[in-house]
């Protein structure tokens, strides 16, 4: 049968709020949380840097069947690169812009990434978060959307799930959003310019000196494989933050978006050393409630919303195998104002 979901704003009108506002929330939360502290930011930050550096000394010295565990090791470090961006891109690292921006663009090119490009889907992805037809994250594909494609894209995504390739997802929002700026409103075109050109600039200088003294091989050894490890947690968090059976995408006349953000965002737990290399990225809960908390902070915030909206708060859960195959089995496609239905069950149902 097809599974059904809690709609969010019948949650409300259950627990008695049925006009509740993100501001309520927030207003709960200690002060201290959205506290900017330079010396913890930079701690971070240099401590991204210091787990880089020792992921790169374990590949050059590295044999051959330690390779693994030394992408796996330098990826995921990689990846707090990424987190540092993220704080940088909500202006929650530092308290100048300018900074805010240098350090952004700094810490992301080594991920191609354009700064600038990110920071703004990123906030609209924020600010329309679990909304059908909006939310440009990891979102659900409506059936009669996936109905009206061709059968060649059918299939593609039916594998891409099927085959629980959920972690090459994010290489394609990369490529396929990030570095057009007419994907992006006129005002905003010079921003995402500078962005890409910062991440062209540092490709075609890093790149071919990486290849002229270590080969091809040294190219995918030092660089690509990492940057997969990077993706796929990239990918990873994106789909588990807001993606389970019982988790609903409302239509914009039926969004609230303090519940979306409060019931429709997920905390995981991880690897206690996968947390300290990604700065607790995963405690995502206050980080959807605001962006303005530094992501030193989001534990002292998780505590207290656990305190003061238990109620409200989707089930915690733990990254496993398992996990993944129970999102990428159960939640396929969807039905609005109904849920996630299987492939099986849509192909049944025709």
């Known amino acids: 049968m097809t599974t059904s979901i809690i709609n969010s704003q019948k949650l409300g009108e259950d627990l008695g ?13 200690p002060r201290e949380c959205f506290e ?38 330098t990826g995921t470090a ?32 080594p991920l191609i990434y354009p700064f600038h490009s990110w920071r703004i889907k990123h906030n609209y992805h924020h600010a329309h978060t679990n909304k059908l037809d909006e939310d440009n994250a990891w979102h659900p594909i409506r059936t009669h959307v996936f109905a009206n494609w061709t059968p060649f894209r059918q299939f593609a995504f039916e594998g891409f799930m099927r085959k629980r390739l ?13 570095f057009d700026a007419r994907n992006f409103k006129t005002k905003d075109q010079s921003s995402v310019k500078l962005s890409v050109a910062v991440v062209v600039i540092f490709a075609a200088i890093a790149f071919p000196l ?14 690509l494989l990492p940057w997969m490890v990077y993706h796929f947690w990239m990918s990873t968090f994106t789909i588990v933050h807001h993606t389970a059976s019982d988790v609903p995408f409302n239509t914009a006349n039926k969004w ?12 995981c737990d991880y690897p206690r050393w996968v947390e300290i290399f990604c700065h607790d990225i995963n405690v995502h809960v206050p980080h959807h409630l605001s962006t303005a908390i530094p992501s030193y902070n989001l534990r002292l915030a998780y505590s207290s919303i656990k305190e003061n909206w238990q109620p409200y708060l ?12 129970q999102i990428t089995n159960q939640c396929q496609l969807y039905k609005t104002d109904i849920g996630y239905e299987t492939f099986d069950e849509y192909y049944a149902g025709k």
């Open 210 to 223: 990486l290849i002229a003294t270590t080969g091809i091989w040294g190219f995918v050894k030092f660089w």
């Open 166 to 178: 959920w972690w090459v997802g994010s290489i394609g929002h990369w490529a396929l959003v990030h």
């Open 78 to 109: 990689l990846t707090g690169f990424f987190v540092i961006g993220h704080d940088c891109g909500h202006r929650s690292f530092a308290k100048r812009r300018w900074v805010n921006d240098l350090v952004g663009h700094i810490f992301m090119a």
């Open 17 to 29: 709020e049925p006009n509740l506002k993100l501001k309520d929330i927030i207003k709960t939360l």
């Open 36 to 73: 900017k502290n330079s010396r913890k930011a930079w701690t971070q930050a240099m401590l991204s840097v210091l787990m880089v550096a020792l992921g790169y000394c374990f590949l050059a010295i590295s044999p051959w069947f330690l390779l693994p565990v030394a992408w796996i090791f």
């Open 314 to 325: 989707h089930d915690e859960c733990e990254f496993s195998w398992s996990l993944m195959k």
């Open 256 to 267: 609230n978006e303090a519940l979306a953000q409060l019931s429709g965002t997920i905390h």
